[in-house]
């Protein structure tokens, strides 16, 4: 006899939105650090005494890996069968926040990556920018 109460599959739509929220936002913190820091090294060829302030779009963009991570464990953690019961309405719970999570950290690094090189593109070109 098992001590298992819940439906089998619900588990695998669980670990599912743990894995969505932290490979999406992943995703976007690589595409938002890469972007953003091509526009900081060229503005350290360009513009050197402004290096530090065009470092705020790479740990902006770092910290979405960070929060997919921290969802993914808060998920992984309230899948325990064995302990509870686990149903299908909780395993799609897990699915939908964790793909919320991590498509939402998709588009913020994207947003940040393309923000960042068309700021760094400006404040390299001109005087008026919004960091500087």
């Given at each position: 006899?098992?001590s298992?109460?819940?439906?089998?599959?619900?588990?695998?739509?669980?670990?599912?939105?743990?894995?969505?929220?932290?490979?999406?936002?992943?995703?976007?913190?690589?595409?938002?650090?890469?972007?953003?820091?091509?526009?900081?090294?060229?503005?350290?060829?360009m513009?050197?005494?402004?290096?530090?302030?065009?470092?705020?779009p790479?740990?902006?963009?770092?910290?979405?890996?960070?929060?997919?991570?921290?969802?993914?464990?808060?998920?992984?953690?309230?899948?325990?069968?064995?302990?509870?019961?686990?149903?299908?309405?909780?395993?799609?719970?897990?699915?939908?926040?964790?793909?919320?999570?991590?498509?939402?950290?998709?588009?913020?690094?994207?947003?940040?990556?393309?923000s960042?090189?068309?700021?760094?593109g400006?404040?390299?070109?001109?005087?008026?920018?919004?960091?500087?």
């Amino acid at each position: 006899m098992s001590s298992f109460s819940g439906d089998v599959t619900a588990p695998f739509f669980g670990f599912l939105g743990a894995a969505a929220a932290l490979v999406f936002s992943c995703m976007g913190a690589a595409y938002g650090t890469a972007k953003s820091g091509v526009g900081v090294a060229s503005m350290g060829v360009m513009r050197p005494e402004l290096v530090m302030k065009s470092i705020v779009p790479v740990v902006m963009a770092g910290v979405l890996g960070i929060y997919g991570l921290i969802i993914a464990v808060i998920i992984s953690t309230g899948i325990n069968p064995k302990a509870k019961s686990y149903y299908l309405f909780d395993g799609y719970a897990h699915l939908s926040s964790g793909l919320a999570c991590g498509l939402a950290g998709l588009s913020a690094g994207m947003a940040i990556g393309s923000s960042a090189m068309l700021e760094l593109g400006r404040t390299r070109s001109s005087r008026s920018c919004l960091w500087a």
